[in-house]
């Protein structure tokens, strides 16, 4: 349990700096404002952080990964709504807050919401 949870802090500290990356690659070098560009770096740091947990910190079900897909895109779209809530209201509501902590914040937010679905409904045998 605790190599688990430890694998899972590794692996969504991969996902943040792909979902930092992808965020600040657009916020510097595009037109996308914060919002959209959020949006875009969470559909990133969703796909990574499923390969990398899938291999590294649960293992692959027993079910198809079609099906194992398709149940960690439905947790992670239910984490990074609340994620993305988080964000986009520090960021209304802050508006001095710079992007970066807004993500950080929100991802920290999100985290025991998705390790505990992922835990149980994706991965869970």
Do not use: C
């Given at each position: 349990m605790?190599?688990?949870?430890?694998?899972?802090?590794?692996?969504?500290?991969i996902?943040?700096?792909?979902?930092?990356?992808?965020?600040?690659?657009?916020?510097?070098?595009?037109?996308?404002?914060?919002?959209?560009?959020?949006?875009?770096?969470?559909?990133?740091?969703?796909?990574?952080?499923w390969?990398?947990?899938?291999?590294f910190?649960?293992g692959?079900?027993?079910?198809?990964?079609?099906?194992?897909?398709?149940?960690?895109?439905?947790?992670?779209?239910?984490?990074?709504?609340l994620?993305?809530?988080?964000?986009?209201?520090?960021?209304?509501?802050?508006?001095?807050?710079?992007?970066?902590v807004?993500?950080?914040?929100?991802?920290a937010?999100?985290?025991?919401?998705?390790?505990?679905?992922?835990?149980?409904?994706?991965?869970?045998?």
């Open positions: 605790k190599k688990r949870l430890l694998s899972f802090v590794i692996v969504g500290g996902g943040f700096l792909a979902d930092a990356g992808v965020l600040l690659g657009l916020l510097r070098w595009t037109e996308v404002d914060p919002f959209t560009a959020r949006l875009l770096a969470i559909a990133v740091a969703l796909q990574v952080t390969l990398l947990n899938r291999n910190t649960f692959k079900s027993t079910r198809h990964a079609a099906v194992e897909g398709m149940r960690y895109g439905g947790v992670g779209i239910a984490s990074a709504i994620n993305y809530l988080v964000y986009s209201g520090l960021l209304v509501f802050i508006t001095s807050l710079p992007p970066i807004a993500l950080t914040i929100g991802s937010t999100a985290t025991v919401f998705s390790y505990t679905g992922y835990a149980k409904l994706v991965f869970g045998r």
